[in-house]
T-cell receptor, first 110, second 114 residues
Framework: SQQGEEDPQALSIQEGENATMNCSYK?????LQWYRQNSGRGLVHLIL?????REKHSGRLRVTLDTSKKSSSLLITASRAADTASYFC??????????FGTGTRLQVTL | DAGVIQSPRHEVTEMGQEVTLRCKPI?????LFWYRQTMMRGLELLIY????????DSGMPEDRFSAKMPNASFSTLKIQPSEPRDSAVYFC????????????FGSGTRLTVV
């Protein structure tokens, strides 16, 4: 069963704009992770935020976590065409085991 | 490091045939995961191993599916007999055991059962 639900399901923006994706989950977690998947490829780990953290940055990525609302957001600033991909949130409740959400398809146009 | 290596990349087989998917995890990683991805159900965890021992196989859909990890550098996922509804992309991922590590995924095996 899927723990996370991403919103929106699809997002289309122009290069240079910011992209925001949201993830909601149902149960308590130890950490939440974001992954990117390019078409026909495996998933690539982007960033991990622990349950006691509220915000984390990595390059052009900014992740927030609100455990009271059971939600997270991923912000990609100054998007590029190469950011076109599907983005998944994944939650960890127990050691090692991740449950993935449904994904957001991001299209960045020139 | 070459990353997680899966083979084959593509597999087309007839219904009823046995299918074996292979995975070589990253050296030093002691957790290995098999996922299945379809449009309808998204990413589903089938089974995972810690230190070569199966920990949770509750996601394995039926007895037709089996997975082994005979050593730290190799795992197989076998489907016997295969059915058209098994068509999907199967991913292997590895990680360090523990709560605060991300996964490294392979490129996947696209299985088509006709």
């Amino acid at each position: 069963s899927q723990q996370g639900e991403e919103d929106p399901q699809a997002l289309s923006i122009q290069e240079g704009e910011n992209a925001t994706m949201n993830c909601s989950y149902k149960t308590s977690i130890n950490n939440l992770q974001w992954y990117r998947q390019n078409s026909g490829r495996g998933l690539v780990h982007l960033i991990l935020i622990r349950s006691n953290e509220r915000e984390k940055h990595s390059g052009r990525l900014r992740v927030t976590l609100d455990t009271s609302k059971k939600s997270s957001s991923l912000l990609i600033t100054a998007s590029r065409a190469a950011d076109t991909a599907s983005y998944f949130c994944a939650t960890a409740r127990t050691a090692s085991k991740l449950t993935f959400g449904t994904g957001t398809r991001l299209q960045v146009t020139l | 490091d070459a990353g997680v290596i899966q083979s084959p990349r593509h597999e087309v087989t007839e219904m009823g045939q046995e299918v074996t998917l292979r995975c070589k995890p990253i050296s030093g990683h002691n957790s290995l995961f098999w996922y299945r991805q379809t449009m309808m159900r998204g990413l589903e965890l089938l089974i995972y191993f810690n230190n070569n021992v199966p920990i949770d196989d509750s996601g394995m859909p039926e007895d037709r599916f089996s997975a082994k990890m005979p050593n730290a550098s190799f795992s197989t996922l076998k489907i016997q007999p295969s059915e058209p509804r098994d068509s999907a992309v199967y991913f292997c991922a590895s990680s360090l055991a523990g709560i605060d590590y991300g996964y490294t995924f392979g490129s996947g095996t696209r299985l088509t059962v006709v």
